[in-house]
């Protein structure tokens, strides 16, 4: 019995000690050490011996189980330092190489000023609401207040597709009909909902205009909304976006979509008013649109303008991130190049 131990041994270590490679360390693994390997064959024949030979044969296979383990990773330290040895040789890993620096991936400006807005916007009540980037002519243009011809279209130079009644929303705007068609219960319901999102105008790309950019638009409809309402979330949310003293301003102008229509400027966060290069020496930095929503798109939203009404503003992120970062280039946010985006 003992010879077949022996035998086995002398086999195994032979057949080792001429192994040169991974795939001949792994045969040998599997031959000798394996779970059908001849080691295990010969704690199968245990069985088989007389009573009183059993236990002093399985004490020996087991220390041979144990010595050629260990032959085993003494052979495969031995392999994988003289193939180390020998690529440093053969020049294959060059150690004055500098190492590859890790880079860490970063959060987008824009996606960075979004999440701020988001949460201010959670905390006051408003629900993100999703809409789409290919838009309807119809819900871009028509059921804003702005039927074909009208010429305020053309304060949006828009990407249409092959099919002209499909187009790239020029704004998050009709988000609005989504959102009140989608939200509003046929017009029984009150909602808050801010729509972020990308939008695209086909315009010649400047430092100050890019044919995607996104928006944040607002939206709150409901029974006795008035502009007083408007301005006061607008003023929170300066306060809570730039700082506890921001304070705020109000210019008359002109939306399709709202009457009355605003301008809303901040007070210059950078000079703190006194007046800077930023804010070109007004002391005030324009942040939104802004506005009562207008009867007729309460009523394209199917809320009925005699019992609700409702206030929207749309904002600019990258403007915003400008400003605060003094990126003098718009071109730098979808422009892909990590020496700018690596800075955030
Ligand atoms: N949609 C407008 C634009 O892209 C921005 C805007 C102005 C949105 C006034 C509004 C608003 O919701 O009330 O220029």
């Not at 199968?44 to 032959?71: C, D, H, M, W, Y």
């Not at 005699?306 to 970062?325: C, N, Q, V, Y």
């Amino acid at each position: 019995m003992s010879q077949s131990i022996d035998a086995l041994r002398e086999a195994a270590l032979a057949a080792l000690g001429s192994i040169h490679d991974n795939d001949g360390l792994s045969a040998w693994r599997a031959q000798y050490l394996g779970r059908r390997g001849a080691v295990s064959g010969l704690f199968g024949t245990i069985g088989s011996l007389p009573k009183a030979e059993r236990a002093i044969f399985g004490k020996r296979v087991n220390a041979l189980q144990g010595e050629l383990r260990q032959a085993f990773e003494g052979r495969e330290a031995l392999i994988q330092s003289q193939r180390l040895a020998r690529e440093l040789e053969e020049g294959e890993i060059d150690i004055s190489l500098p190492a590859q620096p890790r880079r860490r991936g970063g959060i987008h400006p824009s996606t960075r000023t979004h999440r701020e807005f988001q949460q201010i916007w959670a905390e006051m009540g408003f629900q993100v609401f999703q809409s789409r980037d290919v838009e309807e002519d119809e819900f871009n243009f028509t059921l804003l207040n702005l039927p074909p011809h009208h010429p305020a279209r053309d304060m949006q130079d828009t990407f249409y597709t092959t099919d002209p009644r499909v187009l790239l929303r020029t704004h998050t705007s009709p988000g609005q009909i989504r959102a009140m068609r989608a939200l509003g219960a046929g017009g029984s319901k009150p909602i808050r909902v801010i729509l972020p999102g990308m939008c695209y105008r086909q315009e010649q790309v400047t430092a100050r205009s890019e044919i995607q950019f996104t928006q944040v638009e607002g939206l709150a409809v409901g029974r006795n909304i008035r502009m007083s309402d408007l301005k006061g979330t607008i003023a929170e949310f300066a306060k809570r976006m730039y700082s506890p003293d921001a304070r705020v301003r109000y210019r008359a102008s002109y939306f399709p979509f709202t009457e009355p229509s605003m301008e809303v400027d901040v007070e210059c966060f950078l000079c703190g008013g006194a007046g800077c290069r930023v804010c070109k020496y007004t002391g005030w930095l324009e942040i939104a649109g802004s506005g009562m929503v207008h009867p007729e798109v309460l009523r394209n939203g199917g809320y009925d303008p005699s019992e609700w009404s409702g206030f929207a503003f749309g904002m600019g992120p990258e403007r915003i991130t400008m400003l605060k970062h003094g990126i003098q280039d718009i071109r730098y946010f979808w422009g892909n190049d990590l020496r700018f985006l690596q800075q955030f």
